[in-house]
């Protein structure tokens, strides 16, 4: 399984973004993708999951009520709605999919079987 990220840029404060998460392999099947956050300097932190089959989601509380994750089954594919955007949002934004994650483990970094690149977000005050 392979996971490219794209759409990244420089935003400015209170504009949006949506990134995407396009997935790839004999069989692309995750039981939940994921967006992860690094800001310069801190840890990988948990944005929002998805379950990929019944489309379910949860989001960290920081972003809740401005970002929205979704997914289109039909081109194996996530995206994050990115809305509201501050200069704290900045970060490298990672995607990540499991096939076998539990829902109790979706915020945590260490289960996640595969990574994409990342893709920065860059938002100017």
């Known amino acids: 399984v392979q996971l490219q990220a794209s759409g990244g840029g420089l935003v400015q404060t209170g504009g949006s973004l949506r990134l995407s998460c396009a997935g790839s392999g004999h069989i692309f099947n995750p039981r939940y993708m994921s967006w992860f956050r690094q800001a310069p300097g801190k840890e990988r932190d948990f944005v929002a999951a998805i379950k990929w089959s019944s489309g379910s989601t949860n989001y960290a509380d920081s972003v809740k009520g401005r970002f929205t994750i979704s997914r289109d089954k039909t081109k194996n594919t996530m995206y994050l709605q990115m809305n509201t955007l501050t200069p704290e949002d900045t970060a490298v934004y990672h995607c990540?999919?499991?096939?076998?994650?539990?829902?109790?483990?979706?915020?945590?970094?260490?289960?996640?079987?595969?990574w994409g690149q990342g893709t920065l977000v860059t938002v100017s005050s």
């Open positions: 990540a999919a499991d096939p076998s994650l539990i829902q109790s483990s979706i915020a945590t970094r260490t289960a996640y079987r595969y």
